[in-house]
């Protein structure tokens, strides 16, 4: 009889207090001893407590260590159980990062012990079989594996622990969420079908319940061979839904509900062939493994990819919150909310499974930022655009439009592919070209450098219809950190058949010293001063026109507003007034393209010490404003 002790015997521990009970039943262990911060009742045997675990392996002698514990302890409970002699069986995931994963990993070649990671699906006989087929042949040449998972969990679930629903806790990384901890099963499980290693990873991480980490979300791993896997999961289902998985043959498919051991194949023939296979317990296959040398099914070196997919969700900007249009809040008697619910979520996974697509990809209402103006979209944020690097990539409003439906930006015209709808674009921050396109050299003009930077979107600390704050890193081309935004962004109607989107971003220097602001103009072009907020609009708009006055009067006054207007394809007609306070020259252009946006340099640079604010406010109105209405709707804001 093996001598074991448990870690962690409440929450999800109950299951292994349970599965211990039943293996004791049979005399093959003896629970001789329990860790955990509180006392815990035991119905079978008298295990010894204490919250600290070397002592009580010591004390008790024993060989096996059962650790369920939240994701953050495991590194610190595997090693001290390893080191104290005793053989590991460690709760999924393994650890919250490669760092950890690999301190567990020394512990394991350091002590000559045993460790074996409760993925409890990859005991199941239907893995090497699913394996074997596929590298078999029996499914032709495969193109893929989707994943599907859709479960209720109520609000409750999301504060059962002071750790759960959290991506760190105290400063130490946690990474709970949908796809690390309650669908880790259906990565886990895919990446055990291919021996390919990881080539990339594609994240994307939303949350309906007011959480830290997601609740919804979905991935796409990109292996060596070329295969592609995606997982899609939610945690916001009206019911369970058996997660799956699926494998995408040109001569076959084949479906794994790995929480049943069921696989169905669907032949190119037509036929269909269903198996229910049987699974080894993990803990009774550790000992076997300890005592015969049978394989171990489970052990820390086969869940690497599995940790590398889980440091990809680590390092992920934060999970977008879900407006609370796309749900259904059920409530108590009391109006507290009960459960979140998300119409139409498990066809939504299946969809993805069968596509191999992202949230995103599949124009999830969710997975959209739009602003609405009176219950009316009118602009959407594009936070990640999948731009080329000579871009300068950056999160943009586009397709803003007025009230009565005429767009007025444009996003990577031909003139200038760089240009991209509103949002923040400097030409020279510190050297680096956040503007995208050439960067001028003085006395060599315009020339093609290797010096674009990035905006990456971080997080949203705020997200509404009405418009957000934003949290975003300015990068170098090294991937150097050079600058924090926080960027607030609000609709609000006004009179008049118009709207307001006012655009405040305060940049925050990170250089450590101060830093320069530059325009092509402060480096000997003149005019070119361009450089802060800007709005690109439509070029296809004719009978374009300027206020107060023609595109020289406006192009570098500093006056507190300056409109442009012009007259759509549809022959309908549009004005945006821009307002600021900052007093900041204006770059306008009308004839070349329409465009208009701040001159932070206009001719000479800015010098930033700690930080740069600004703010802009521009009208969006339907129609063809005369100097004296566009004035009037600028005092109004």
Request: net charge negative.
């Amino acid at each position: 009889m093996e001598k074991v002790v448990l870690v962690g015997a409440n929450g999800h521990g109950r299951h292994h207090l349970g599965n211990l009970r039943g293996l004791a039943a049979q005399g093959l262990v003896e629970l001789v001893g329990i860790c955990d911060v509180r006392p815990v009742e035991v119905d079978f045997g008298t295990p010894l407590q204490s919250p600290d675990l070397g002592e009580l392996i010591e004390k008790t002698g024993a060989e096996f260590t059962v650790i369920c514990t939240p994701i953050h302890t495991h590194a610190d409970l595997a090693v001290t159980a390893l080191r104290a002699g005793s053989h590991v069986l460690l709760e999924k995931p393994p650890a919250p990062s490669p760092d950890e994963h690999r301190r567990i990993a020394a512990a394991v070649e350091e002590t000559g012990r045993a460790l074996q990671v409760g993925f409890q699906s990859l005991g199941s006989a239907a893995v090497p079989a699913l394996r074997e087929l596929i590298a078999g042949g029996a499914l032709g040449e495969v193109r893929g594996i989707g994943g599907a998972g859709a479960w209720e969990r109520p609000a409750a679930y999301f504060t059962r622990s002071a750790w759960a629903g959290k991506r760190r806790l105290n400063g130490v990384d946690v990474v709970d969420g949908a796809l690390t901890n309650p669908f880790a099963h259906a990565v886990a499980t895919a990446l055990a079908l291919t021996g390919s290693g990881v080539a990339g990873i594609e994240t994307e991480l939303y949350h309906a319940n007011p959480i830290e980490s997601d609740d919804t979300s979905c991935v796409r791993i990109r292996l060596d061979d070329g295969l592609t896997i995606t997982i899609a999961v939610s945690l916001c289902a009206a019911e369970r839904h058996e997660p799956y998985l699926v494998v995408h043959g040109d001569r076959g498919r084949a479906t794994l509900v790995y929480t049943q051991d069921q696989l169905k194949v669907e032949h190119a023939d037509g036929s269909v062939t269903t198996t229910v296979y049987e699974r080894t317990g993990l803990l009774e296959n550790l000992i076997d493994h300890v005592r015969t040398g049978a394989e171990l099914l489970v052990p820390l070196a086969r869940t690497e990819a599995f940790t590398q997919v889980l440091d990809a969700v680590r390092r992920a900007p934060e999970p977008l919150p879900i407006a609370e249009r796309h749900q259904v809040a059920e409530r108590d008697a009391a109006g507290e909310v009960v459960r979140r619910l998300l119409p139409g979520i498990a066809e939504l996974t299946a969809r993805s499974a069968d596509e191999l697509a992202l949230y995103s990809e599949l124009d999830a209402p969710w997975s959209r930022v739009n602003l609405l103006v009176g219950g009316a979209e009118v602009a959407a944020y594009e936070i990640r655009p999948d731009l080329p690097a000579t871009d300068s990539p950056r999160p943009y409003l586009h397709r803003v439009r007025t009230l009565g439906g005429v767009e007025v930006t444009e996003v990577r015209p031909e003139d200038h592919v760089h240009h991209l709808g509103a949002g923040v674009a400097i030409s020279d921050l510190g050297g680096v070209n956040f503007w995208g396109g050439r960067t001028y050299v003085k006395d060599q003009g315009p020339t093609w450098l290797d010096d674009h930077g990035t905006q990456w979107h971080r997080a949203f600390t705020r997200l509404a219809d009405d418009g957000f704050t934003e949290e975003l890193e300015w990068a170098g081309p090294d991937g150097r950190v050079v600058a924090r935004e926080e960027r607030v962004v609000t609709a609000r109607p006004l009179g008049d058949g118009a709207w307001a989107l006012d655009f405040a971003f305060t940049l925050t220097n990170l250089t450590g010293a101060p830093v320069e602001v530059n325009s092509s103009a402060s480096k000997g072009r003149a005019g070119a001063g361009y450089g802060g907020f800007f709005w690109r609009a439509p070029g296809t708009s004719t009978d374009r026109a300027t206020l107060p006055g023609g595109e020289e009067a406006v192009h570098g006054s500093r006056d507190r507003w300056v409109a442009l207007s012009g007259t759509d394809p549809d022959g309908r007609d549009w004005t945006l007034v821009f307002v600021q306070d900052d007093g900041d020259a204006w770059f306008v252009r009308n004839t070349e393209y329409p465009g208009v946006g701040q001159a932070l340099a206009w001719d000479r640079p800015l010098v930033v010490g700690e930080r740069l604010a600004r703010r802009v406010v521009t009208i969006v109105a339907d129609g063809r404003l005369t100097t004296d209405q566009a004035a009037a709707l600028a005092a109004q804001v």
